[in-house]
């Protein structure tokens, strides 16, 4: 049982290029959601989803895509990247839709030049 | 709208101190509250949280919160800090269903032996 794994870990982009970072789950949860964490600013979500096929803006979602074509996926999309969006991303996933405990991911470290 | 804040980025104790970190939340209703831990490098990790019932919460690692509705907090806290404690704590509310959570700013932890 692996968790909540994300890929790549760290990444380097130029701006306008684009990318898509990665996340799985292996525990059939539900609920899956994407963070970025700036200093001084916590984590804020980006972009949320209760299931396959179904998807939802979070607080940040500008310059961001996602789909979730199945349970276990939940890949986040840069269509062209800005410094702006140099941060730490986080997936996360939780089992229903109460407030049950978010697994998170390690992180992938994106830097936008 | 909700939020949280929680009023010292840093904190320093000395091992075998006392603890508590602060968190204040502005929510409308009744809140869910959470304290996660992130180690350097690592994903978040939940160390307790309220829903209802007992206003005083145990959680893992030792720890402890106390939700005042009152003064509208949700204070973590640790009769014995221990040098692997050193991380950075994060609370969080829940916001609109689904596990939307949003994240205080976080308190750094430094632990001097």
């Known amino acids: 049982n692996a968790g909540v794994t994300q890929t790549p870990k760290f990444q380097v982009l130029k701006t306008g290029q684009s990318m898509t970072l990665q996340c799985a789950q292996d525990m059939n949860h539900e609920y899956m959601s994407w963070y970025r964490q700036d200093p001084g600013m916590g984590l804020r979500l980006i972009h949320y989803?209760?299931?396959?096929?179904?998807?939802d803006q979070g607080e940040v979602p500008n310059g961001y895509n996602v789909s979730r074509s199945t349970t276990e996926d939940f890949p986040l999309r840069l269509l062209s990247a800005a410094p702006s969006q140099t941060s730490v991303y986080f997936c996360?996933?939780?089992?229903?839709?109460?407030?049950?405990?978010?697994?998170f991911g390690p992180g992938t470290r994106l830097t936008v030049l | 709208a909700q939020s949280v804040t929680q009023p010292d980025i840093h904190i320093t104790v000395s091992e075998g101190a006392s603890l508590e970190l602060r968190c204040n939340y502005s929510?409308?209703?009744?809140?869910?509250l959470f304290w996660y831990v992130q180690s350097p490098g690592q994903g978040l990790q939940l160390l307790l949280k309220y829903f209802s019932g007992d206003t005083l919460v145990q959680g893992i690692k030792g720890f402890e919160a106390e939700f005042k509705r009152s003064q509208s907090s949700f204070n973590l806290r640790k009769p014995s800090v221990h040098w692997s404690d050193a991380a950075e704590y994060f609370c969080?509310?829940?916001?609109?269903?689904?596990?939307?959570?949003?994240f205080g700013a976080g308190t750094r932890l430094a632990v001097h032996p």
């Open positions: 969080a509310v829940g916001s609109g269903g689904y596990n939307k959570l949003i």
């Open positions: 996360a996933s939780s089992p229903g839709q109460t407030y049950n405990e978010q697994f």
């Open positions: 989803s209760v299931g396959a096929g179904i998807t």
């Open positions: 929510y409308g209703a009744t809140p869910y």
